[in-house]
């Protein structure tokens, strides 16, 4: 029986409300604005994401703007987290970015 309920403890944890998903994507950076990182990927599609790992930005400053218009391979994760008003939303970090040279 023990067995059964750290079985359906372990199975809780991997497909509960917090999981993570790990997307890769090319796209274009279009500046940082009001706390946020603007890109747009290969289909004209707007993405903003509120954070960025450390190591990221020890690498690419995106708050300079030498980097609007440049290309890169965007690494990032999607999490589902609560608001003050316990309303569920989604939230994006860029965990690896790549510039792509031209």
Known sequence: MKTLLLLFTVASLAFGKNTQETITM????DGFEDGYYYFTDEDDINFYFESIDEEVIEKYNLKDSSYI?????VTYKMELKMDDNNEEYESFTIIKL???EE
């Open 69 to 73: 218009g440049k290309s890169f391979e």
């Open 26 to 29: 090319t796209a274009s950076f």
């Open 98 to 100: 790549t510039i792509i």
